[in-house]
Every structure is written in structure tokens, then in C-alpha cells.
């Protein structure tokens, strides 16, 4: 059937209709030949001196509608515009969108269905079994093709040599260091063993029988799930515990749980850019990218000082007045550099200009201190540190991140921080795992598993160095070998797992900068003297196969005496 939209409310939009309702009333009793036969019947009211009570007649019919309807449709017909041949039975008025919270007296006292459409439809075809509007025809040749534009997008990547392509690795239990290379997900013909030199599981505690055992229990009393928020029914004393724990492993009153070290970065560093007044950030142009996300967002004014430079940092502290709330934030152990800041001095300098200070220690948590709280504790500057980031996702075997520091800080956090306040809690297994994690690393076990990593570290480096390979120094347990071209670094990966079952993953861009494209490497306190043998040996050989050259050992020696 065909119906029309009211010619008096289509001309109105909402914005109209609040600013002059007055005028819009005498205006309508003019322009409409409903609403202004309604109006005319209200002002020739007569009054019942029986009763002192105005009467009014009654509103116009059903019938009445229509016909005024009809005569408008027969004037634009005479008119030439253009309205469908025939009427059939008539039972909607159709408004304009823009009308969404009108409140007309006439259509509130007739029995006409309203249906909204756009302002530039004089007439819409409505289907009659279901009574849906159909819509008017689209020109798709001018709208945006975002497909398109993401195939664009991802060839550009494809085209420079970024494009990552994910390994499907199948970690077995008991296996570690070593994994299974999974071709097809539903089948295991096609599976192969690899060694794997490049997780950050860095002690290898997810494979810890204690740390089983403790999933097992937890999932089997508790449940898979929290529950919710950690306000609605998502606080368990699971919870509770574990931050007790990790803020006794830093030294500090408090720590707080966040679901991964990325979220706990974001979130911290924006909700204290913009709490605390007029506050300025200090960066460190090697902070990881979570960091700078948060940093980002808070749209404060930020400084980015040299990676690791202390005087860069102190001369940029300069400029900025003492009185105003000033953040410095930086990382004690470089992801990909394997550098490891003079803690000691940044904070200092820090302090000394009125900062607080902001660290990620989220690659030394588990392999530095004597409880493996990080550098640190290593260097015996936990009372220095103002913040503290972390994660359970790597040397903990597990996953989350926390901050530690003033109860007053944490407690802020907790209270204004919506990448904490607005995401599920962590379930009671991850809680019970990295729980177990941290009572090992305070125990003589863990100072075991970190010697033992540090001497296999070493043993590393050491033969690497002596290949050839051109290995980044680094004082840290993070092996970089610098190869400084995209498809190269991939081209050397992917000979290492089909030719010798070795897994190194490249790190190319946004990772690493271009052109300093690179090798990864981890060892664990679970890879053996042969596993360190058979990587140096096979990464000669592909390195050569590739058409890289290798470096002089005497040079390279050298280096390595004079870095350490």
C-alpha cells in the first residue's frame, strides 16, 4: 500500500519543534488541514453554563483525515508531481526522523500509526504482510569501500616485508624447551618437534609441576571464570593474596592486578597524566608501545628523552617548573635491545626535580634480585622506585600484569583507572599459577633457575660471538643479533624451522625500526649445551645461504671483552 508522510510535521525538525512550539502550533494551524481543522474546532470551544465547564468538539475523524489527505494528494496530482496511480486501504501517517521526540497534540489523539523515513521521501512503498518499509535504492558506486581499503592496507605490509605470519606452535607438557610445529589445526601427521629459542617464558615456570598442580586445584574448587568486575563479584581472596604477594616481592604497601602488563601500562599512565593538575610526562624513546599508548591518550605534554640518556633526561627536566606534577617513565630492561638503564641515576635525577617515577620491570621480574623482583632489587633501589609495572606473563609462566607502590597511589588507580575498573577480573587459575610462581622465585629453586639461565646465557652469546654472528651486546638475557632487512630476518627464520627445527621468530616493524631488523633470542635455564650448539652451527650455515657475511671473531671478540 502506499502512504504518505504528514505534509505539516515533514517540514519541522526537532530542533524546531523545541525552540518554538509556540509558533510552530499557530503555524501548523495554517499549513496543516488536520491539525488546523483540530485547532479550529478548540478555538470555537462552547461553554456549558450548567456545568462552568468548556466543551470542545470532538476531534476529526478517521474519515475526515483521510479525505484531507486525499485532497492534497489530488493538488500535486494537478500539479504534475508524480504519486502512485491508485490509494490503497490508508492507515498510516509517515513522519520525519528528525521529529524522534515530538509530542504533536493531533497525532496523540488519532488512531494513525507513525512511521519514520527520510525528509527527501514524499511517498514510500510499504509492504503490506509485514508492514516494513522498503528501502529506496542506494548508489553503491559512492559509497566508501572499506574492504578495499583493508586489502590496500595489508599489501602495503606484504610489500615492504612486514606482513607477519603467525608459527603455529603446540606446546606439550614436559616438552620445554622444545614444541610441536602444527601444520593443520585438526591433525597431527603433519606435526614436527622444533626447539624454540625465542619465549619470553624465560624459566620456564609454565611447565613447573607446582604450577599444574595449582591450576588443577584451583579450576577444580573455583571454577574456570571470575565472575565479573573486580567490583561486581570478581574480587575473590584469590586476588587479595596475590596482590599481598607481589607487593611484599617489590618491597612496596600495595600492588594491583590488571589482565595483562599492557592494560596495567595504558591505564596507569593515563589516569595519572590526566589526575595529577597540569602534569607534563617524560618518556623514554625506547618505551614500549603500551607505554605510549597511555601516555598518548592522556594528551598531556610529553618529553621524549635519548634511550637510556640520563643527561638528556636531566636537561629536559630543567625546563619544566619544579611546582608541576612531572612523570618519568622508562623500562629497567629493553625488550628488544636487551639494555639495561642506570637505574640508579634516573631515579636520582628524577627525584631531584620533584618527579615521580614510572618503571617497567617487566622483563626483569623473575630473573634479577635475590626474590627476582627485577633489577631493582638486583641493585638494591626498591625503597627509589615510585611505580612499579610487572607482569606473570613471562618469567611467572602465566598471564596479567600488575603496578606496585604507595597504597594512596595503588588506591587511586584502582578508583579512576577504566582499563581496571571496566574489564573482567583474571580467573582463579591464572591467580593460583602465578601465586605458586612467586613462592618459587623467593625460593632457592628460583635463584637456581636464574643462575642456570644467566650461565646458559652466556655460554650463548659467547659461541654466537665467536661464529661470527653480529650479535647486539646487551648486559641482559635478551640475545639480539642484528640482520637489518625485513625479508632477510624472515627468509633466515624460516630456513632455521624447515631446514633444522629451530624456532627464532624475526622482529621487524612497528617492533623495531625499519632497518634494524633483527633476531630475537632466549635462552632458558632448560636449553642444553648440544641445543646451543646445534642453533649456532645451523645459524652459521643459513646466514651464509642467505648471502650475509659474517664478522671478523677477533673484532668481535673485542667488543664483547670491552662491553662487559
Same mark, same amino acid.
Given at each position: 500500500m502506499?502512504?504518505?508522510?504528514?505534509?505539516?510535521?515533514?517540514? +519541522?525538525?526537532?530542533?524546531?519543534?523545541?525552540?518554538?512550539?509556540?509558533?510552530?502550533?499557530n503555524?501548523?494551524?495554517?499549513?496543516?488541514?488536520?491539525?488546523?481543522?483540530?485547532?479550529r474546532?478548540?478555538?470555537?470551544?462552547?461553554?456549558?453554563?450548567?456545568?462552568?465547564?468548556?466543551?470542545?468538539?470532538?476531534?476529526? #475523524?478517521?474519515?475526515?483525515?483521510?479525505?484531507?489527505?486525499?485532497?492534497?494528494a489530488?493538488?500535486?496530482?494537478?500539479?504534475?508531481?508524480?504519486?502512485?496511480?491508485?490509494?490503497?486501504?490508508?492507515?498510516?501517517?509517515?513522519?520525519?526522523?528528525?521529529?524522534?521526540? %515530538?509530542?504533536?497534540?493531533?497525532?496523540?489523539?488519532?488512531?494513525i500509526?507513525?512511521?519514520?523515513?527520510?525528509?527527501?521521501?514524499?511517498?514510500?512503498?510499504?509492504?503490506?504482510?509485514?508492514?516494513?518499509?522498503?528501502?529506496?535504492m542506494?548508489?553503491y558506486?559512492?559509497?566508501?569501500e572499506?574492504?578495499?581499503?583493508?586489502?590496500?592496507?595489508?599489501?602495503?605490509?606484504?610489500?615492504?616485508?612486514?606482513?607477519?605470519i603467525?608459527?603455529?606452535?603446540?606446546?606439550? #607438557?614436559? +616438552?620445554?624447551?622444545?614444541?610441536?610445529?602444527?601444520?593443520?589445526?585438526?591433525?597431527?601427521?603433519?606435526?614436527?618437534?622444533?626447539?624454540?629459542?625465542?619465549?619470553?617464558?624465560?624459566?620456564?615456570?609454565?611447565?613447573?609441576?607446582?604450577?599444574?598442580?595449582?591450576?588443577?586445584?584451583?579450576?577444580?574448587?573455583?571454577?574456570?571464570?571470575?565472575?565479573?568486575?573486580?567490583?561486581?563479584?570478581?574480587?575473590?581472596?584469590?586476588?587479595?593474596?596475590?596482590?599481598?604477594?607481589?607487593?611484599?616481592?617489590?618491597?612496596?604497601?600495595s600492588?594491583?592486578?590488571?589482565?595483562?602488563?599492557?592494560?596495567a601500562?595504558?591505564?596507569?599512565?593515563y589516569?595519572?597524566?590526566?589526575?595529577?593538575?597540569?602534569?607534563?610526562?617524560?618518556?623514554?624513546?625506547?618505551?614500549?608501545?603500551?607505554?605510549?599508548?597511555?601516555?598518548?591518550?592522556?594528551?598531556?605534554?610529553?618529553?621524549?628523552?635519548?634511550h637510556?640518556?640520563?643527561?638528556?633526561?636531566?636537561?629536559?627536566?630543567?625546563?619544566?617548573?619544579?611546582?608541576i606534577?612531572?612523570?618519568?617513565?622508562?623500562?629497567?630492561?629493553?625488550s628488544m635491545?636487551?639494555?639495561?638503564?642506570?637505574?640508579?641515576?634516573?631515579?636520582?635525577?628524577?627525584?631531584?626535580?620533584?618527579?615521580?617515577?614510572?618503571?617497567?620491570?617487566?622483563?626483569?621480574?623473575?630473573?634479577?634480585g635475590?626474590n627476582?623482583?627485577?633489577?631493582?632489587?638486583?641493585?638494591?633501589?626498591?625503597?627509589?622506585?615510585?611505580?612499579?609495572?610487572?607482569?606473570?606473563?613471562?618469567?611467572?609462566?602465566s598471564i596479567?600484569?600488575?603496578?606496585?607502590? #604507595?597504597a594512596?597511589?595503588?588506591?587511586?588507580?584502582?578508583?579512576?583507572?577504566?582499563?581496571?575498573?571496566?574489564?573482567?577480573?583474571?580467573?582463579?587459575?591464572?591467580?593460583a #599459577?602465578? %601465586?605458586?610462581?612467586?613462592?618459587?622465585?623467593?625460593?632457592?629453586?628460583?635463584?637456581?633457575?636464574?643462575?642456570?639461565?644467566?650461565?646458559?646465557?652466556?655460554?650463548?652469546?659467547?659461541? %654466537?660471538?665467536?661464529?661470527?654472528?653480529?650479535?647486539?651486546?646487551?648486559?641482559?638475557?635478551?640475545?639480539?643479533?642484528?640482520?637489518?632487512?625485513?625479508?632477510?630476518?624472515t627468509?633466515?627464520?624460516n630456513?632455521?624451522?624447515?631446514?633444522?627445527?629451530?624456532?627464532?621468530?624475526s622482529?621487524?616493524?612497528?617492533?623495531?625500526?625499519?632497518?634494524?631488523?633483527?633476531?630475537?633470542?632466549?635462552?632458558?635455564?632448560?636449553?642444553?649445551?648440544?641445543?646451543?650448539?646445534? +642453533?649456532?652451527?645451523?645459524?652459521?650455515?643459513?646466514?651464509?645461504d642467505?648471502?650475509?657475511?659474517?664478522?671478523?671473531?677477533e673484532?668481535?671478540?673485542?667488543?664483547?671483552?670491552?662491553?662487559?
Amino acid at each position: 500500500m502506499s502512504v504518505y508522510k504528514c505534509p505539516y510535521l515533514a517540514q +519541522l525538525t526537532l530542533q524546531q519543534v523545541r525552540a518554538s512550539a509556540p509558533y510552530i502550533l499557530n503555524t501548523g494551524a495554517a499549513s496543516c488541514p488536520i491539525f488546523g481543522q483540530l485547532a479550529r474546532q478548540m478555538s470555537t470551544a462552547t461553554t456549558n453554563t450548567a456545568t462552568s465547564m468548556k466543551v470542545s468538539s470532538p476531534p476529526p #475523524s478517521f474519515d475526515e483525515i483521510k479525505a484531507a489527505h486525499e485532497k492534497i494528494a489530488e493538488r500535486k496530482r494537478i500539479s504534475k508531481i508524480k504519486l502512485p496511480t491508485a490509494l490503497n486501504s490508508y492507515n498510516e501517517i509517515i513522519i520525519s526522523t528528525e521529529c524522534t521526540d %515530538l509530542s504533536c497534540p493531533f497525532l496523540k489523539t488519532t488512531p494513525i500509526a507513525l512511521r519514520r523515513v527520510d525528509m527527501d521521501q514524499d511517498i514510500i512503498e510499504v509492504n503490506g504482510k509485514l508492514g516494513k518499509p522498503i528501502r529506496p535504492m542506494i548508489d553503491y558506486k559512492n559509497l566508501f569501500e572499506y574492504n578495499t581499503f583493508f586489502d590496500e592496507k595489508i599489501e602495503a605490509k606484504k610489500r615492504d616485508d612486514s606482513y607477519r605470519i603467525f608459527k603455529r606452535v603446540q606446546r606439550r #607438557s614436559g +616438552l620445554f624447551p622444545q614444541a610441536e610445529e602444527k601444520k593443520h589445526l585438526d591433525e597431527d601427521h603433519d606435526s614436527r618437534t622444533m626447539t624454540v629459542w625465542c619465549s619470553n617464558d624465560y624459566l620456564g615456570l609454565s611447565q613447573h609441576p607446582e604450577l599444574k598442580e595449582a591450576v588443577i586445584n584451583a579450576v577444580t574448587a573455583h571454577g574456570s571464570g571470575s565472575g565479573g568486575t573486580r567490583n561486581i563479584s570478581g574480587t575473590s581472596p584469590l586476588h587479595e593474596k596475590l596482590e599481598q604477594q607481589l607487593a611484599r616481592l617489590h618491597q612496596k604497601e600495595s600492588a594491583l592486578l590488571f589482565t595483562s602488563c599492557y592494560v596495567a601500562n595504558d591505564t596507569t599512565l593515563y589516569t595519572l597524566a590526566k589526575g595529577l593538575p597540569n602534569c607534563h610526562i617524560l618518556s623514554d624513546s625506547g618505551n614500549h608501545a603500551s607505554m605510549i599508548q597511555g601516555i598518548r591518550n592522556s594528551q598531556v605534554p610529553k618529553h621524549i628523552f635519548r634511550h637510556n640518556d640520563v643527561e638528556h633526561l636531566e636537561e629536559l627536566l630543567k625546563k619544566i617548573p619544579r611546582h608541576i606534577p612531572k612523570i618519568v617513565a622508562f623500562e629497567t630492561v629493553h625488550s628488544m635491545d636487551g639494555s639495561i638503564c642506570n637505574l640508579e641515576a634516573m631515579l636520582d635525577v628524577a627525584r631531584a626535580y620533584g618527579s615521580i617515577t614510572f618503571i617497567d620491570e617487566v622483563h626483569a621480574v623473575g630473573l634479577y634480585g635475590h626474590n627476582g623482583a627485577g633489577i631493582g632489587e638486583r641493585d638494591h633501589l626498591l625503597h627509589k622506585m615510585d611505580i612499579i609495572s610487572g607482569t606473570l606473563g613471562k618469567a611467572f609462566g602465566s598471564i596479567g600484569g600488575y603496578i606496585a607502590g #604507595s597504597a594512596k597511589m595503588t588506591d587511586f588507580i584502582r578508583s579512576y583507572g577504566s582499563g581496571f575498573i571496566f574489564t573482567t577480573s583474571m580467573p582463579p587459575t591464572v591467580l593460583a #599459577s602465578a %601465586l605458586a610462581a612467586i613462592k618459587i622465585s623467593m625460593s632457592d629453586e628460583g635463584r637456581t633457575l636464574r643462575r642456570k639461565q644467566q650461565e646458559n646465557v652466556r655460554e650463548l652469546r659467547s659461541k %654466537l660471538i665467536d661464529a661470527g654472528l653480529p650479535v647486539m651486546m646487551s648486559p641482559s638475557h635478551i640475545i639480539p643479533i642484528h640482520v637489518g632487512n625485513a625479508a632477510l630476518a624472515t627468509l633466515l627464520c624460516n630456513h632455521l624451522l624447515d631446514r633444522h627445527s629451530i624456532y627464532i621468530q624475526s622482529i621487524n616493524y612497528p617492533t623495531v625500526e625499519r632497518g634494524t631488523e633483527r633476531l630475537r633470542i632466549a635462552a632458558t635455564p632448560y636449553h642444553t649445551s648440544e641445543m646451543i650448539d646445534q +642453533l649456532v652451527e645451523a645459524l652459521t650455515q643459513v646466514w651464509k645461504d642467505v648471502g650475509l657475511s659474517l664478522k671478523d671473531v677477533e673484532q668481535q671478540s673485542g667488543i664483547a671483552r670491552h662491553h662487559n
